[in-house]
């Protein structure tokens, strides 16, 4: 005869599998393995490779800078450095305020907006695109795709930026005397103008391109052009409280090239190649092309500082985002 023992009371368990009923989806297995490593997502990788990319290229950039003649050259007002973190911000600023309009994002988006600023800025343009795309796929609930909005921003951004670009090229065509390219004016004025008018082909072929509403391309594009045109001010603001008595003609020619070299593709520290370009166009005018230089570098050095910060959080917080 066969001894038959109750049923024990004691929960079964292994070191490999466990039974859970309280949180099973429906229709889904009770045993969950435990010792299974979680797989990561693809937009987690992506972003831990660019935070290792970014942190490496922080201290690439780190190498060539000097501190000294850095510190030496700013300003000590607290009026420059509200100015300039106002100036810094604008952009992220701007984008956040289109994205809320569209997709409802909270706070928490303005640290995504600036890493896509910096990935922009001290790795590739458009990779901060990549990164705030993958970010949208996880971090904000919708119903389709985020791929046509940022592909769409994006567009109208580099649209507002020719359109301003021509607006500051007309203004900055009387003082071109100003600078050693006097006896080439003409070409330039119309190479650059042929060069970006070449942006606005998008709005002939809206339908096939765009995924938004026409409401919300022109809401985007007015986000932009107020975006563009704050930043330009705040930079002559700059500019003035360092060498408050150089005329306006100079910031206007230095705001266009600023435009322009804005307007090159997949180019990064547009800051660096502005001060490079601004610097050579100058000629003599040392105090001018050493401001350029001075903002160059500090602009380079608030880069690298957020780089490092949120590469650190990144590895630090790993895949438990």
């Known amino acids: 005869m066969l001894n038959h023992e109750p049923p024990s009371d004691k929960v079964m368990t292994s070191p490999t599998l466990a039974l859970s009923t309280s949180n ?24 831990t490779a660019l935070s290792l990319l970014v942190l490496a290229a922080a201290v690439w950039q780190a190498r060539g800078l000097n501190l000294s ?49 910096i990935y922009n800025e001290l790795l590739l343009g458009y990779l901060g695109e990549v990164y705030f795309y993958t970010w949208a796929r996880r971090k904000v609930p919708m119903d389709a795709t985020p791929f046509g909005a940022v592909k769409d921003v994006a567009i109208m951004s580099a649209v507002a930026g020719n359109v301003m670009t021509l607006a500051f090229i007309a203004l900055a065509y009387p003082y071109l005397a100003l600078l050693p390219l006097k006896q080439y004016g003409n070409d330039i004025a119309w190479s650059l103008a042929f060069v970006v008018a070449i942006s606005l082909v ?15 391309l022109w809401t985007v594009f007015g986000v932009h052009v107020a975006r563009i045109i704050a930043t330009t001010a705040l930079n002559a603001v700059l500019w003035a409280l360092v060498l408050p008595d150089v005329e306006i003609g100079w910031w206007l020619v230095l705001s266009a090239i600023r435009l322009l070299v804005s307007r090159l593709p997949f180019v990064p520290n547009k800051d660096v190649v502005f001060a490079g370009i601004a610097v050579l166009a100058l000629g003599q005018d040392v105090e001018i092309a050493a401001l350029m230089a001075m903002m160059a570098a500090l602009i380079l050095s608030t880069h690298l500082i957020l780089a490092l910060f949120f590469g650190l959080f990144d590895l630090a917080k790993g895949d438990r985002r």
């Not at 099973?24 to 937009?43: L, M, V």
């Open 24 to 47: 099973a989806a429906p229709g889904a297995s009770g045993f969950e393995a435990q010792d299974r490593t979680r797989k990561w997502s693809w937009g987690q990788i992506l972003t």
């Open 69 to 117: 003649d850095i510190t030496a050259l700013v300003p000590s007002s607290p009026l420059f450095w509200l100015v300039f973190a106002l100036s810094y911000l604008a952009g992220p600023a701007s984008e956040w305020l289109i994205f809320r309009k569209l997709w409802g994002v909270t706070a928490q988006a303005m640290g995504a907006l600036i890493r896509k600023l």
């Open 202 to 216: 998008p709005f002939l072929l809206r339908r096939q391109i765009f995924s938004l509403t026409r409401r919300e």
